[in-house]
């Protein structure tokens, strides 16, 4: 990723901007999570590294998704897959333009960011270090014609800082075979 001017953001009169999901919901867009398997012709594609699983917490009984190492205790990569059905009508380009907004802990240095579309839809990613870790994220706005339903589809990644993540690794598969497209 190269390095990005800072997307046009709303602005509370406190000066910083607003969370992704305030932004949406100054334009009158709601979310509900839902899980992967329950998004009607949705089709997101994460590949599972030998070694590592994808497992649901059962604390989250929204669909978030965790892939990580098996049996590795400590300081360990990890990556969060999720989906939010969105309603309300909106332009998915301008909106995506906010999606960094907090994507990133504010102390986080070496900061890059992307709006180039991903799999052909509306996307935006970050990637930056912080608290001795490096971190990913990659939001991507998908539109299912045969259902009329309009989903957010966030992956994040986590690394010590010692394991870079555009570095070849199995968390480098994760993150570049993760596919999103319509089905």
């Avoid at 998004?39 to 590949?47: D, F, K, R, S």
């Avoid at 799999?119 to 990913?136: I, N, W």
């Avoid at 939001?139 to 966030?154: C, F, G, K, M, N």
Wanted: negative net charge; proline residues 11%; hydrophobic residues 40%.
């Amino acid at each position: 990723m190269t390095p990005a001017p800072p997307p046009p953001s709303a602005t509370p009169a406190a000066g910083k901007p607003l969370a992704f999901k305030d932004y949406l919901a100054t334009i009158n867009v709601t979310g509900e999570p839902v899980h992967l398997d329950k998004a009607p012709g949705l089709a997101v594609t994460v590949p599972v590294p030998d070694g590592w699983a994808q497992t649901s917490d059962p604390l989250f009984s929204t669909g978030v998704e965790f892939i990580q190492p098996v049996g590795v205790e400590g300081s360990a990569p990890t990556v969060t897959l999720m989906s939010i059905r969105l309603v309300g009508d909106f332009d998915a380009r301008d909106a995506i333009r906010h999606a960094n907004s907090d994507a990133l802990a504010p102390t986080a240095t070496n900061v890059t960011e992307s709006f180039d579309d991903y799999d052909g839809f509306p996307s935006a990613a970050t990637q930056g270090s912080s608290g001795g870790a490096e971190h990913y994220s990659r939001i991507v706005l998908a539109d299912v014609p045969s259902t009329r339903e309009r989903y957010l589809v966030q992956l994040t990644a986590s690394t010590p800082a010692e394991q870079p993540i555009g570095q070849p690794s199995p968390l480098n598969d994760v993150v570049s075979g993760f596919k999103v497209a319509v089905s």
